[in-house]
């Protein structure tokens, strides 16, 4: 039976804005804030999407949260009309109304972690909304990414729902940002590794000195535990601390894999000769291909600012090798053009290398492994899919003209306290929904 991995990517809403809300995240502290480019970058966003199915990958779409999220700010005391609740929240609490319209659910490698069928106790494919907890503008986000979920995977013979983990900080989890698997093809049993930044029941002996460490040990067990995932097919491994204090808030900014192939920068695990042999020895007899990519050729902050890493890892229709999708601030960065030249000249399974333009998530601190969320499906699971949410030429089109009709040009800061562009948003949702015969999916529809 064929098997794929299908991306599923965040289609980026109307108020996308620079808030500058994720500390530890260089991008969105640097250009906190500043302009944004909502329609340019919904379009940069759905034409990366055509792209990868022009490929001939399988590619799917997550629809933009309600944002503003009036509930949110309604359970923080802000009372009356919603006009009132914007004008209120931004003359109290701007700090509040800013997290409320943040449009960060676009970083679908954060909305959840996926366990294929051929690793899971129940032979179905398990998915846990990820609680992001540790930032609060994320944190408001995980009810409608499960229900989201459930709605696109909707079929329980194949699939297996979970809500997000307990709040509280014992159980950060930041999703598949911080999740890799291994496995000979997509439909065959895999070793799959969690990679977390601090133990929250134990003394962290190497912690973080400035920027915080958000997934914890806890929850990436807790995660493998309600996936049904055998310990002898899990590996864990703890971030090295000053990797996420020179910007690598997430693993995925230092590493990514797929299938027998781990792209990663020499400093990205506290232990990486140990990680490296567990992840060998419980792959088996085949050839796992570990590709370091050493400080003397690419330094820490070009790695973090060009988003080598950030990067999608993937293996094309018919083709044995591994083709790296990459923002084009690496092609611009002259250290890591260099290397990624050179790399297509060694003797590893990457062996192609292709540019995206997603400039305004990167601004934000999100490159193009951020905006997709992984799915390893078998055809029966794939045909098992609700079919609007895969990408089609139609779908497409149809996305591109609700753009041109809802998204602004640009959006400033002080626009964020004009009701006017909530309801241009909530109006945009609603058309969407009708879009994707969702219903009264969201909050504002159904009160």
């Known amino acids: 039976m064929n098997s794929y991995e299908v991306n599923f990517d965040g289609l980026i809403g109307p108020t996308h804005n620079y ?5 530890g995240n260089i991008a969105s502290a640097s250009n906190a804030l500043k302009l944004s480019e909502p329609q340019r970058a919904a379009r940069q966003g759905l034409e990366k999407m055509r792209y990868l199915r022009e490929l001939g990958l399988q590619q799917g779409v997550l629809l933009p949260q309600q944002r503003p999220h009036l509930p949110t700010l309604r359970k923080l005391g802000f009372g009356g009309s919603d006009s009132a609740i914007i004008e209120k929240a931004a003359k109290q609490a701007p700090e509040l109304l800013a997290s409320c319209y943040s449009a960060s659910c676009m970083w679908t490698a954060n909305a959840a972690t996926v366990s294929p069928s051929a690793d899971t106790g129940d032979g179905r494919v ?12 994320r944190s408001i986000e995980h009810q409608t990414t499960g229900r989201l979920l459930q709605a696109i995977f909707n079929d329980r013979q194949y699939f297996d729902h979970h809500q997000a983990l307990p709040g509280g900080s014992h159980f950060g989890d930041e999703g598949a940002a911080n999740h890799n698997r291994f496995a000979p093809d997509y439909g065959a049993a895999g070793v799959e590794l969690f990679v977390f930044g601090r133990y929250a029941f134990r003394e962290n002996s190497a912690a973080t000195a400035h920027f915080p460490a958000r997934q914890s040990y806890e929850a990436s067990r807790a995660v493998s535990r309600l996936h049904r995932l055998q310990a002898a097919k899990v590996v864990f491994a703890q971030q090295n601390p000053g990797i996420i204090d020179a910007g690598a808030f997430h693993n995925d900014v230092v590493s990514v894999s797929n299938l027998n192939t781990f792209f990663m920068h020499e400093e990205a695990f506290l232990d990486k000769a140990q990680l490296q042999q567990q992840l060998q020895r419980q792959y088996g007899d085949e050839k796992l291909h570990f590709i370091e990519v050493k400080t003397s050729q690419v330094p820490l902050a070009d790695a973090v600012t060009s988003y080598l890493f950030n990067s999608q890892l993937v293996r094309l229709p018919g083709e044995d090798a591994m083709t790296l999708i990459l923002p084009v601030e690496s092609r611009e960065n002259e250290k890591v053009y260099r290397y990624l030249r050179q790399l297509q000249q060694q003797d590893t399974p990457i062996k ?19 905006l997709r969320l992984r799915v390893a499906l078998t055809e029966a699971e794939l045909n098992a899919v609700n079919p609007r949410f895969m990408l089609t030429d139609t779908l497409f089109a149809d996305l591109n003209q609700w753009i041109d009709r809802h998204y602004r040009d640009r959006i400033s800061p002080a626009d964020l306290a004009d009701p006017v562009l909530m309801e241009e948003s909530l109006r945009a949702l609603d058309e969407l929904t009708a879009l994707f015969n969702l219903g009264s999916f969201y909050e504002f529809q159904r009160s």
């Open 126 to 137: 398990h998915f846990t909304a990820a609680n992001l907890n540790s930032m609060f503008h």
């Open 352 to 370: 192609r290398v292709e540019f995206v333009d997603v400039r305004q998530s990167m601004k934000n601190g999100g490159g193009p492994a951020c």
């Open 19 to 23: 808030g500058g809300l994720s500390f």
